[in-house]
């Protein structure tokens, strides 16, 4: 029998009376098919490439009928249905992310038949990859497997799901997930030069992503800059929506990291749209990567910090955040994620609680000796800290 062709197909620009249209080529039947999506002026290339996989998941489902190709291959499946599927609800982070685990990891499976692959098949894999993986990675692959799975056999490809009863092996290794001390946050902020020094603070002490801080434009930033609207985020140049739904917030700034920021905004441009963090080209925000490894990491490694990544800033805010007292659930919000579903759904922190959880956490790394008549909390942490 012959097997149907699945596609992704093909995005171009087009000149469309003196306007750049984004286009999408794709054939049915043997016949050429296009939609205009949108012009380039009003539509981003990731905005694009969405509504083509969307398109294009609409286009390969019609072609998925059951037991019509019982030798459609794994790679098959991946190709023309899961992933313009998958694709048209990612960001381009977990594209980037997702998307090439699956890729790399998941090809050997490629020319097998799908609704030959068993859960022994698939188990089997996990083991060997748990060899050489961490554990954290080997469960992402399950996950995939997982995901795959369940949307073959929603779509009638296969009969089974045999990815039910998969586990991640015992023998996967959890690698150390490191975070700093006090005193070695004090070091790290001391040796950065006051761009990097604002960011970092704005991500140990409120909380934030890198592609939020990034993500910010002055009209983001309240006039006395204590606080924060987190309302989009930046990835390798693109702009997107923040991380969930719950990602969108309100974030406090503490005081002493209000300040810096408060000096840093005189630095920029006043108009609404101007990047409070703008590459050398003015009108872009800085890249994450541009910053952490020209600008972070070499005043970072004579100091023997450089493995301190921004995940390690965020889990750093997390622990030390515990430590100092901070309510569970105040420290979630303030990043943007819930601790369970019942909490995060039906109980809500103000931003003024939320300030006086980032103004606590900021005092019990910060706070100089000899600090008099501060708040009993901030003395405890003071000399938990200076006693450390």
């Not at 072609?63 to 381009?92: I, Y």
């Not at 002055?218 to 969930?244: E, F, L, N, W």
């Not at 600008?295 to 490694?301: E, F, H």
């Not at 922190?349 to 980032?358: F, N, S, T, V």
């Amino acid at each position: 029998m012959r097997r149907k062709k699945y596609q992704k197909g093909s995005l171009q620009l087009k000149d469309h009376g003196h306007r750049m249209m984004w286009i999408l080529q794709y054939r049915v039947d043997g016949s050429k098919k296009y939609h205009t999506l949108g012009s380039k002026s009003e539509m981003t290339k990731s905005q694009a490439q969405q509504m083509q996989a969307e398109i294009m998941s609409k286009v390969n489902l019609q072609n998925v009928v059951g037991a019509a190709d019982p030798e459609m291959t794994f790679g098959q499946f991946v190709d023309g249905v899961a992933l313009p599927v998958l694709r048209s609800k990612w960001k381009l982070s977990t594209e980037m992310t997702t998307g090439s685990r699956m890729s790399r990891h998941l090809a050997e499976f490629r020319e097998a038949p799908i609704r030959n692959l068993t859960r022994g098949d698939l188990q089997a894999f996990l083991e060997r990859k748990a060899e050489t993986l961490s554990r954290s990675m080997v469960a992402h692959l399950r996950w995939d497997l997982g995901i795959i799975f369940k949307l073959a056999l929603g779509e009638g490809v296969i009969d089974r799901d045999p990815t039910t009863s998969l586990f991640v092996p015992k023998v996967a290794i959890s690698k150390p997930k490191f975070v700093m001390t006090r005193k070695e946050v004090k070091q790290y902020l001391g040796v950065l030069e006051t761009r990097e020094k604002i960011v970092a603070q704005l991500a140990i002490f409120a909380g934030m992503r890198p592609g939020e801080i990034l993500g910010l434009q002055r009209q983001h930033v309240s006039g006395d800059c204590t606080a924060v609207m987190v309302v989009q985020r930046v990835y390798r140049g693109d702009i997107g929506t923040p991380k969930t739904k719950s990602s969108e917030r309100d974030a406090a700034v503490p005081s002493r990291t209000a300040a810096l920021l408060k000096e840093w905004m005189g630095l920029v441009p006043n108009s609404p749209s101007a990047w409070v963090f703008a590459s050398e080209n003015p009108e872009t925000p800085i890249w994450r990567d541009n910053m952490l490894e020209r600008s972070m990491k070499p005043k970072l490694k004579p100091v023997g910090l450089d493995w301190a990544t921004f995940q390690v800033l965020r889990r750093t805010h997390a622990s030390l955040g515990h430590e100092a007292g901070v309510d569970p659930k105040v420290a979630a919000d303030q990043r943007g994620h819930g601790i369970d579903v019942a909490l995060n759904v039906y109980t809500k922190i103000g931003l003024k609680k939320r300030a006086e959880a980032a103004e606590k956490l900021e005092e019990s790394v910060l706070a100089a000796d000899g600090v008099e008549e501060e708040k009993e909390a901030a003395e405890q942490l003071e000399k938990s800290v200076f006693e450390s």
